[in-house]
């Protein structure tokens, strides 16, 4: 099962669902059945680590972040099984890039996977504090959690 994380800049909330994920796979023995990476909608960080914020928020959850920020392209719909999104406007740029149903069928939203938070879009932490790196970390563990049991029933 090969599994994508998108947001805007790949540098906050889609490196850490990816590095979420990494490790609950990893903590359910599962890493082997799974490629996972991360990629933004947006070009404007191409090549940067993910934020130093959010890997600190991770690494204190004992959660290591080494992903390297890429676009989001065309033929990320034929390289993976499953595309989640952030929010409605990655949704909305990743959608724009299919050519089929079949593409579409696999864009997914994180928060479909988060019931336990009111939110309908993972909120982006970059102009904020501390606390929304938290609350974003929050709602990635649910989420990644429900998308790895929702995969391996499939």
């Known amino acids: 099962m090969k599994v994508l994380f998108v947001c805007l800049g790949n540098i906050c909330r889609s490196p850490a669902a ?4 990494l490790h609950q796979l990893e903590q359910a023995g599962l890493s082997k059945k799974y490629t996972v990476d991360s990629a933004g909608t947006s070009a404007h960080h191409a090549g940067e680590w993910a934020d130093q ?55 997914v939203r994180m928060t479909d996977f988060t019931p336990s938070f009111s939110e309908k879009e993972v909120p982006d932490p970059y102009y904020g504090g501390a606390a929304g790196f938290d609350h974003v970390l929050d709602m990635v563990e649910e989420g990644c959690a429900n998308l790895i049991k929702k995969c391996e029933q499939a």
Do not use: P, T
């Open 53 to 107: 914020r959010m890997r600190s928020h991770a690494e204190a959850r004992g959660i290591e972040l080494k992903s390297i920020s890429r676009q989001f392209i065309e033929s990320d719909f034929d390289n993976f099984d499953l595309i989640v999104v952030m929010d409605d406007q990655n949704y909305k740029n990743c959608a724009s890039l299919a050519h089929n149903d079949e593409h579409l069928s696999k864009l």
């Open 18 to 21: 990816e590095g979420v994920f």
